[in-house]
């Protein structure tokens, strides 16, 4: 599994007129299901007036994604805006697409079109945040390589999560968990010990 993924740094808005029927886009950050729920509640109370709320996330942990209808036919707007969470590369995502009925059927065709495309178009709209798994390390460092140390910062991953100073000068890092056998090698390069999880 990778230890990168690319998720969404604000919630951003997207509204569009198809064939008299209006759609908002409303793509945010979520990292569970539970999260997820909640703010489609929320979106539900607020445009409680809306033919449909259709909806998609895609969550990092367990690769898991789920999509729904939401009263329209079956196929035309839950997966299309999940495959547009996916063609963007995002996880911990998920969008809601909310319909208000103009009095002009679009067809199923133009239906998944209108929802994909509204999906695709908030998400083209948002600033992408990445995010790293890390895994901690702890490090005893004698005072005569304490310079040394602060060299094996490279951020996004290495961190210096914090240090103690004392008998034993104690330093705690956060690693890339795809860099965690460099970083234990170079610190055994260095005659350093490392223990963490």
């Known amino acids: 599994m990778s230890d990168h993924y690319r998720t969404l740094a604000e919630p951003v808005l997207f509204r569009q007129k198809i064939e008299r029927s209006e759609f908002l886009g409303i793509a945010f950050p979520v990292t569970s299901e539970e999260a ?8 539900q109370k607020q445009h409680y007036d809306a033919t449909h709320h259709c909806w998609a996330f895609r969550l990092f942990a367990e690769s898991r994604s789920r999509s729904s209808d ?22 911990d995502t998920g969008v809601i697409v909310v319909r208000w009925y103009g009095g002009i ?13 509204t999906a695709a178009e908030v998400l083209r709209a948002v600033s992408p945040l ?9 490090v005893l460092v004698p ?21 103690q100073y004392g008998a034993e000068n104690e330093f705690f890092f956060e690693v890339r968990t ?17 223990d963490g999880s």
Do not use: M
């Open 36 to 43: 997820f729920f909640a703010e489609l509640q929320r979106a």
């Open 70 to 91: 939401a009263g329209e036919p079956s196929g035309t707007a839950g997966k299309p805006i999940l495959a547009a969470i996916e063609g963007a590369g995002f996880h």
């Open 178 to 194: 795809s860099h965690r056998d460099a970083f234990v090698q170079r610190l055994a390069e260095l005659r350093l010990v490392a």
């Open 130 to 138: 990445d995010r790293y798994l890390y895994s901690r390390v702890r």
């Open 105 to 117: 059927k679009l067809g199923t065709g133009g239906l998944s079109r209108a929802y994909r495309d």
């Open 143 to 163: 005072f005569e390589a304490i310079s040394s140390i602060y060299r094996l910062v490279s951020p996004p991953e290495v961190l210096l999560a914090g240090q």
